[in-house]
């Protein structure tokens, strides 16, 4: 199965390989976008959807390895397939080690690489819903107050009403009154699924007194 | 030796004993001893009756008589045959090294020749797969078949093509000299390593002389010289930032009537122990070689009249050249 809104990028230098590559993917029922250098393709903005970079590592100018540096430095979550004419160990460990999914001498094996991009798009479809999934827990969390806020990491800490009252020299009846309107802003209806919402928004537990994360 | 009883040789009758292809220059050395009084000194093959040939050196002058007119040539010939043998001996074993050391290039070059073969395969391959796929999901686009197929021809002449470079450099035949310019030489080269330099992550550049007169050289050997440059400048550079490495090819005419090549590249340099031994055979500073690249770039080169040398470059790395006469013929 092919994730939605997918596409796979290829770079190569060589034009036999671009043809090949870019008629298999088609074959397969990938949607595919080809460059014949590396300085093009960082030039293109980020594909939003799930995507996978098929990368030649020896290439003039920029080559693969630059381009893995370069996305990371982005911080862009790329997922990198190398591919080369005449590769060794040391390279292939070095591009493994920095996040590369796969490193594959040409001629590659057509099933192989195909189930490698397969492989990938599903994984970055998964990095995406991540990301997106964040984006909307952050986004609900960003609707609080930063008193709200407080009062929120200390529930998730599991403290009772009295508790936090005490934690933050208030009364209880306020820190109610908080609390009712901080699960309604989140759209949660129990504790677990507060802890839940604020695991996917990676916000760090309660690291102190007073402070917004 | 089957000349006539009486003694008395006339010129046509020497001039008809000698091997076809010496004939017209014997008769042009004699000529020019008899009217322009020039010494007599040539080496020549005569045949002798019985089929053999004798490799015969004379060397003379002409004799006027007393009206100072031509009357003989008095000289003195003596057989070489020996001393050709040996130098035709010489010769070969001069161009067996130089094929071998050609052969042992082509296995310094392997991993290059693999990447270049290793692109039209990964061409080929991709096709062939595409075109299952296409008729395994019943949507054939004949159009489509007929492209991908021609670029599956393409690829594989691509991939003989290759292969047949690689026999064309290890061929034994000689090319012979020929009246060639250098500037095709760099770009072939240039062509045949593009690879080899992407192996090395490397940038190979060239500044050619677009006036660059003609030399007379065999072009398989002179390209054998430079390709051995343009691997050791490589191969010189593992310890340089990969930003930085570089090579670069260039030729001019020089104001003394050679035309000049040379290889720079941005590695260690040559240190002064190194250098005096470069172009010394079997003496090597790769763990793998054998030594015999620049000695037999050397006698390659010399055996065309050229000189060859190495320095150590302004900022940094070194530059070898070699340079060749300028051709004289028209």
Known sequence: MIPPNSLVFVIDDDASVR???????????????????????????????????????????????????????????????????????????????????????????????????????????????????????????????????????????GLLNKQIAGELGTKEKTVKVHRGRLMQKLRVRSVAELVHLTQKASIAPFAGHRTKV | MGWPASGKITLEHFISRLHPDDRDRIRQAIDDAIHKGQDFDSEYRLVLPDGIVRWMATRGSVRLDAHGKPAQLLGISIDITARKQAEL???????????????????????????????????????????????????????????????????????????????????????GRQRINLNDIVTNVVHILSSDALLHWCELKTSLDTNLPMVEADPIQIQQVLINLVVNAFEAMPETPVSTREVEIHTQQNADGAVRVSVRDYGVGISPETRSRLFEQFFTTKAEGLGMGLAIARSIVEAHAGTIDAENAEDGGARFHFTLPISTAA
């Open chain 1, 19 to 157: 043809k090949g590559l870019s008629r298999l993917l088609r074959s397969a029922g990938y949607k595919s976008e080809i460059f014949s250098s590396a300085a093009d393709f960082l030039a293109r903005s980020p594909h939003p959807g799930p995507c996978c970079v098929i990368v030649d590592v020896r290439m003039p100018g920029l080559n693969g390895i630059d381009v893995q540096e370069a996305l990371i430095q982005r911080r862009r979550e790329e997922q990198l397939i190398f591919i080369t004419g005449h590769g060794n160990m040391p390279m292939c460990a070095r591009v493994i080690k920095a996040g590369a999914v796969d490193f594959l001498p040409k001629p590659f094996r057509n099933a192989e690489l195909l189930q490698c991009i397969g492989r990938t798009l599903m994984r970055s479809a998964d990095q995406r819903s991540c990301a997106a999934e964040k984006g909307k827990a952050r986004g609900l969390l960003d609707l609080l107050t930063p008193r709200e806020f407080e009062v929120m990491q200390l529930v998730t800490t």
């Open chain 2, 89 to 175: 001996e010489a010769k070969q074993r001069r161009d067996e090294l130089s094929h071998l050391s050609r052969v042992a290039l082509i296995g310094e070059m392997s991993a290059s020749i693999a990447h270049e073969l290793n692109q039209p395969l990964a061409g080929i391959v991709s096709n062939a797969g595409a075109g299952q796929r296409f008729i395994d999901r019943g949507n054939v686009d004949l159009q489509e078949i007929r492209e991908l197929l021609a670029d599956i021809g393409a690829d594989a002449r691509r991939a003989s093509d290759v292969v047949r470079g690689i026999r064309g450099m290890i061929k034994k035949e000689q090319m």
